[in-house]
């Protein structure tokens, strides 16, 4: 049986993997960054629910984190590019299709990252906040 936190972690892969740059899905960073970018989704922490108790409810906002990675000469455009495509994504549906109440990004916070022999990496962590309900305890799996 799949937990409502799999599903949404699902959808929100599937979301991200609409878009032009390449989509993993806790990986590590490969050799090589694909010219239109790289997004790796961490599955993050669903933290400690609040309770309702009639019905019981387990509400979680649950923090996920992305990885955008750009590589190139002209990686600020890429990235700038690359981040809009995610909150675009994001915006055009905040609950994954029904599955969530809400989800919300975070500000990326972009650095700069030199390879040895080969074009520098801009890469940022981009929080994603998944606010949802569950009738039982969503314990990972």
Known sequence: MTTPRETILAALHARL?????????????????PAEGLLILRDGEPGEPEVTLSPLRYHYQHRAEIEAVVQGADRDAAFDTLTASIGAALSADRTLGGLC???????????????????????AVIPVVLHYSTSAVDVPT
Not at 17 to 33: D, I, K, N, Q, Y
Not at 101 to 122: N, Y
């Open 17 to 33: 993997s609409a878009l032009p740059a390449t989509a993993l899905r806790g990986e590590v960073l490969p050799e090589r960054v």
């Open 101 to 123: 109440d809400w989800v919300k990004a975070e500000a990326p916070r972009p650095v700069d990252l030199p390879i040895d022999g080969a074009a520098s990496l801009k890469a």
